[in-house]
C-alpha cells in the first residue's frame, strides 16, 4: 500500500502543478497533453501511470491513472485514478470537481471535491476520517483560500518573457484533499534539460518542494513528520507545445527505502490551431 499509493499520490500532484502554472500566466492558452509516466524507489520499477490534460480559453480538465507493477503488485495489487475540472475565470480558478479512486486488495479509498471561488462547497470521503483523539481537526475555516489536490492557485506571472524562469517556482499551493489541508511550499532550484523516449526534449525549470501540514493530520505519526521534514523533493516543468503552459515531466524524493522518482517516457504535446491564429504564436 506504501509503494502504490505514493505512485497515485504523486501523479496527483502532478496534476496539482500542471493546472497551476497552466492558468498562472494569465494568457489564453490552448493545447492538449498525452503523457506516460514509470514509477521506481532506489531505482526499481514500481508502478506506471499515464496523464491525460486538455485545457482551453476558460476550462480544463485532466485525468492521471496508475497501476503498481512488478513485485509490489504481487504483494499490494492496486490502481486509482484522479480527475478534475473547472472554470478558469480571468487566470484564477473559479470552480472545480475533483475526484479520486485509489483500490488495493486490502481497502478502497475514495474522494470526492466541489470548490467554487476558493471554498469547499463538497467534500465526501470513503472510509471516514478516524477519530483519533490527536489529530488536529479541519475547521470551518480550513475550508476557505483552497484548492483541491488537481487544482491549484492559479496565480499570474509577472512578466511577459519565457515562463521557463525561475519565476515559475515562487509559489505557495493551498491544497485541501479530502482529509488533510497543506500547503506545498515552492522555490527555485537550477534550470536543466530532458529529453523523453517520445515527445518532449528540451530545457526544464526545477522547483524544490517543501510539505507543510496545516490540519486534519496525527502529529505523532511518522509519515507526516518525514515528509514536513523532507528539504531535497523536486520537481522538473517543461512547456506545452505553443503555449506558455508549463507542466511536470519529473518529480522526485527520499523514502525511508530509497529514492522515489516519477519520470515520463512519453511526454507528447500538442497546440490548438485557434491559439496559434489569435496570437501568432508558431505551432512547433
Not at 467534500?123 to 479541519?138: G, L
Request: include cysteine; charged fraction near 20%; hydrophobic fraction near 40%.
Amino acid at each position: 500500500m506504501f509503494a502504490f499509493g505514493r505512485l497515485v499520490r504523486v501523479l496527483s500532484l502532478l496534476a496539482a502543478l500542471f493546472v497551476f502554472f497552466a492558468a498562472s500566466t494569465g494568457v489564453k492558452a490552448q493545447g492538449k497533453l498525452e503523457a506516460h509516466y514509470v514509477a521506481s524507489i532506489a531505482g526499481i520499477p514500481i508502478g506506471r501511470g499515464s496523464w491525460v490534460i486538455d485545457i482551453n480559453d476558460d476550462h480544463y480538465t485532466a485525468a492521471a491513472s496508475g497501476v503498481t507493477t512488478g513485485l509490489v503488485r504481487v504483494f499490494t495489487g492496486g490502481q486509482g485514478t484522479s480527475a478534475a475540472h473547472g472554470r478558469i475565470v480571468a487566470g484564477e480558478s473559479a470552480s472545480s470537481v475533483y475526484a479520486s479512486t485509489i483500490k488495493t486488495s486490502h481497502k478502497t479509498d475514495e474522494v470526492r471535491l466541489v470548490v467554487k471561488g476558493g471554498t469547499v462547497r463538497e467534500s465526501k470521503v470513503e472510509p471516514p476520517v478516524d477519530e483519533d483523539p490527536q489529530r488536529i481537526p479541519v475547521t470551518r475555516e480550513h475550508h476557505h483560500g483552497v484548492v483541491d489536490p488537481m487544482t491549484a492557485a492559479l496565480l499570474r506571472t509577472p512578466g511577459l518573457g519565457s515562463p521557463l524562469s525561475p519565476l515559475a517556482c515562487h509559489r505557495t499551493l493551498p491544497i485541501f484533499d479530502g482529509r488533510v489541508r497543506y500547503d506545498l511550499q515552492l522555490a527555485f532550484k537550477r534550470m536543466d534539460a530532458v529529453k523523453a523516449q517520445k515527445g518532449y526534449q528540451g530545457p526544464v525549470v526545477v522547483c524544490a518542494i517543501y510539505f507543510k501540514p496545516i490540519a486534519g493530520f496525527v502529529p505523532s505519526r511518522g509519515a507526516v513528520r518525514y515528509l514536513a521534514k523532507q528539504r531535497e523533493m523536486e520537481i522538473w516543468l517543461a512547456p506545452i507545445e505553443g503555449t506558455r503552459v508549463l507542466v511536470p515531466f519529473k518529480a522526485q524524493g527520499p523514502t525511508p527505502i530509497g529514492l522515489a522518482v516519477l519520470e515520463a517516457t512519453q511526454f507528447v504535446s500538442t497546440a490548438s490551431p485557434k491559439r496559434a491564429s489569435v496570437d501568432g504564436a508558431k505551432t512547433r
